[in-house]
């Protein structure tokens, strides 16, 4: 078995000796997203990928997940760069949010990876100081020196980071994948692997959400024909959702609706805003003329139009959704068809479902993964990882990027190639990890939290304020009032109760007050005047009789006046 450091408790590691590498994943261990690693040497931090999660149901009302950044809030001056290896909002979306800390933190990734963020910082209002580069470049950050290698993925310009020092050389391969014949010519560049492996690589961060999936990933360009052809043969409008960054498969889409006489409209601001910083940087080649503006489409026949939106995970403000739901301007209906081109990311499961259910009864034929071969992952699959494996013989072995089965199932490949079990290390967000002369060791364990973005706040909201949100929308709601007279603690007014999402009216709650108006008489010859004692003597009265009679655990706020 894997080194599985599941079960440790919270501890601080010690003090980094000199000449020691520490490692600390800070977000993407078990779960996919938040993609965060840092590494410190000799009193400085560097910093690769700095990514958000998307929130699922249990958290309503949040925007986004950031990383917890407590561990380097105080030495923000020590941060040397934040590494960027792709554009995919799991790896840049929450470099915002830590550049209002300190915002002149070097942000280095290739072209197009700083169009995209520089876009999305200046919606922010900042400006970010950037370094450009490309694979094989070399730089020396402080005690760090970076070698960029090519790795093929859903999106172009992705980057793996060799980072060297005197402790050791890690390489972490962002995400990756080995597509042989990629639409934009760019291989995952073993040769360099290879290098490197020879060269020697004391730790291996490598990417693990395809990790449990049998052999390889299929081709990018196996995609291409089964667009053509839906939309060939689509008898009115094509809607396709997808990620806003996928130029790969926007690309293929302009392919096809040109080839059958389509125009293509951009939906959503994010679509419009990648898509045109793609298009001027040469990586989305767009055919004269199909492009058009959303606004202008209305005189375009049913059998001659593409959308193109967000909304395929289910993302309930996305384009898709909207739709789903009548509140687009484009309203479907029968025989429009709907295809949802993009895996499912873990979590949203129940959310695509309800989408592909509202769009089936509008009378729409939707085509999705489970139908039809319309997405391949941007994830290397076991296969690939063993060739990984067996070409760099990395002496220990992190994975990263995944839940908590997809790292297993990652570490039990290293394993099957002969690395032994003790080096390969199942980590989580929090873990420390020190490496030095090529022996990794796992010396600590910070407890790091969700930090959510809801509307304008950062880190304000809690566990607590998601678990009282649960259960208004789930259980409901209910106010009691009570007025007291001060100087014998008797009942003068009330019980008034009010309720919502509880019962049909709020009638239902005379069969209570006479229990609450007996525990407030018992706490007054009892001597108790405490404010906040009756409140809780109230909610407990009330909360049994709600759990016992109505079967619900709703969220009661008593309030207690003395006249």
Known sequence: MPNNVETLATYSPAPLEPGTLRVIPVGGLGEVGRNMTVFEMNGKLLIVDCGVLFPEEHQPGVDLILPDFSIIRDRLDDIVAVVLTHGHEDHIGAVPYLLRLRQDIPLIGSQLTLALIEAKLKEHRIKPYTMTVREGDIEQLGPFELEFVAV??????????????????????????????????????????????????????????????????????????????????????????????????????????????????????????????????????????????????????????????????????????????????????????????????????????????????????????????????????????????????????????????????????????????????????????DLKEGVATVVGQYDLGYVYVDGSSVGEITEADLKDRRILGEEGFISVIVVLESATGRVIVGPEIHAKGVAEGDNVFEEVKPKIIAALAEAASNGVRDQHALQQIIRRTIGRWVAQRLRRRAMIVPVVIEA
């Open 152 to 433: 093929n993925h859903s999106i172009p310009d992705a980057l793996a980071v060799a980072i060297r020092t005197e402790a050791g050389m890690v390489l972490a391969t962002g995400d990756f994948k080995m597509d042989q014949l990629p639409l934009d010519g760019r291989l995952t560049d073993l040769r360099a692997f290879a290098r490197l492996g020879e060269e020697g690589i004391d730790l291996f961060l490598v990417d693990s959400t395809n990790a449990e999936v049998p052999g390889f990933t299929p081709l990018e360009r196996d995609i291409g024909p089964v667009l053509d052809s839906v939309i060939a043969s689509a008898p009115r409008r094509v809607i396709v959702a997808s990620f806003s960054s996928h130029i790969h498969r926007v690309q293929q889409v302009l392919d096809a609706a040109h080839a059958h006489g389509r125009r293509v409209a951009l939906l959503g601001r994010s679509m419009v805003r990648n898509m045109g910083i793609a298009a001027d940087l040469g990586y989305l080649n767009v055919p004269e003329g199909v492009l058009v503006d959303f606004r202008k489409t209305d005189g375009i026949p049913d059998n001659k139009i593409v959308y193109m939106g967000t909304g395929s995970q289910g993302e309930p403000m996305a384009v898709l959704s909207r739709m789903a739901n009548k509140e687009h301007k484009v309203e479907l209906g029968e025989d429009d068809t709907v295809i949802l081109a993009s895996s499912l990311i873990p979590g949203n499961e129940n959310a695509v479902y309800r989408i592909i259910d509202r769009l089936t009864k509008i009378g729409a034929n939707v085509v999705h993964k489970g139908n039809a071969k319309v997405h391949v992952s941007g994830h290397a699959a076991a296969g690939e990882l063993l060739y990984c494996y067996n070409i760099l013989k990395p002496k220990n072995v992190l994975p990263v990027h995944g839940e908590f089965r997809h790292l297993d199932a990652n570490a039990k490949l290293a394993i099957q190639t002969g690395i032994p079990a003790e080096n390969v290390i199942l980590g989580e967000d929090g873990t420390v990890i």
